[in-house]
């Protein structure tokens, strides 16, 4: 029984890519803080909205189901970027390099920061998909 492979269009190709990007700068660039106006907030604050509203494009135009793989897609790339960070923090620097303390204070958090993500992702988007998609099939 021949199989055909399973091809995606550009757009979903271009969004997964988006999707994905917005997760890692999120939890990368978390660890600054700036002011905008009174507030005090991590610069990821700014970026990982954009995955929510990429999450509701990927449900609405693909489905629950497809947004549902991209998410998982997205938080295994996370996982993979926060093993080879943390795998560049443990791994002994070179001897003429002054930075090792500077990489741990900035990049020794991801690890705690996929955790807490990959949380708020899945309280806070996770259900939002799951009844906007059932919505939408009520009127289909």
């Avoid at 003429?96 to 990959?118: C, H, K, M, N």
Wanted: proline share 5%; charged share 15%.
């Amino acid at each position: 029984m021949p199989t055909t492979p399973l091809r995606h269009s550009l757009w979903f190709v271009i969004i997964v890519a988006l999707f994905i990007t917005c997760l890692l700068t999120a939890n990368i660039t978390a660890v600054k803080l700036v002011q905008v106006f009174e507030l005090i907030v991590p610069v990821g604050i700014v970026i990982f909205p954009l995955s929510y509203i990429i999450g509701d494009v990927l449900t609405e135009v693909y489905g629950y189901r497809r947004a549902r793989r991209v998410i998982w897609l997205g938080f295994v790339c996370n996982l993979i970027a926060v093993m080879a960070i943390w795998l560049g923090q443990i791994l002994p620097a070179a001897s003429f390099w002054d930075g090792q303390a500077a990489y741990e204070r900035i990049l020794g958090y991801t690890p705690r920061l996929l955790v807490a993500s990959f949380l708020a992702y899945l309280v806070g988007e996770g259900p939002k998909n799951l009844l906007a998609q059932q919505e939408g099939e009520r009127y289909v």
